[in-house]
């Protein structure tokens, strides 16, 4: 795994935590579904654990190199 996939991992599980969040508010203003709202909570810090794992993982692996100006000019 390199550190950009680790990144983009990172930030997909961070918008799988958000959503989940924003879901588990709405459940528990709603009167209907306030019986959902723990659950999508306890999975919204599930992801938001995720998405710190994988920001762990990516701070510890090396930066990819810059490309050289030969590469950058395509010879």
Not at 28 to 55: F, M, Q
């Amino acid at each position: 795994m390199t550190r950009e996939e680790a990144l983009a991992q990172a930030r997909a599980a961070a918008g799988h935590a958000a959503n989940l969040a924003e879901s588990a508010q709405g459940a528990a203003y709603s009167e209907s579904r306030t019986h959902v709202a723990v659950p999508l909570a306890a999975a919204g810090a599930l992801w938001a654990d995720t998405a710190r794992a994988y920001a762990a993982i990516a701070a510890v692996l090396p930066e990819p190199k810059p490309a050289s100006d030969t590469e950058i000019q395509g010879v």
